[in-house]
């Protein structure tokens, strides 16, 4: 059974960083694209972050462009999300997650929630202003 398990929330001051982690268990990861999310409560899962399973695309909501910064070291099975100039607006549980289809990196998948198979259990993340 494939498990996503992530880890790096907590809560932080406005203008803080944190760094997300994501690892795999009990199935591939150099050969999907993966992506984060969040959502916030009454709201609907986001778009974050997606990155290509070879590492060299990458896609940003523009919400987080130039503060959010998604990795992945396929020999370790781990997806990073290093998070600068934390928000108020930025506090969600976020969300890791593997597309469904393997060798694929096109944009308008990488932003679909509904594109991806896979998810882990969610990391709380608060930033208080």
């Known amino acids: 059974q494939v498990r996503l398990v992530e880890s790096g929330g907590g809560l932080v001051q406005a203008g803080d960083s944190l760094d997300l982690s994501c690892t795999i268990s009990g199935g591939t990861f150099s050969s999907h694209s993966m992506g984060w999310f969040l959502q916030a409560p009454g709201t609907e899962r986001e778009f974050v972050a997606a990155i290509s399973w070879s590492g060299n695309i990458k896609f940003y909501a523009e919400s987080v462009k130039g503060r959010f910064t998604i990795s992945r070291d396929n020999a370790k099975n781990t997806l990073n999300l290093q998070m600068n100039s934390l928000e108020p607006a930025d506090t969600a549980i976020y969300y890791c997650?593997?597309?469904?289809?393997?060798?694929?990196?096109?944009?308008?998948?990488?932003?679909?929630?509904?594109?991806?198979?896979?998810w882990g259990q969610g990391t709380q993340v608060t930033v208080s202003s």
């Open positions: 997650a593997r597309l469904g289809n393997s060798y694929y990196s096109g944009e308008y998948h990488l932003r679909n929630a509904l594109r991806y198979s896979i």
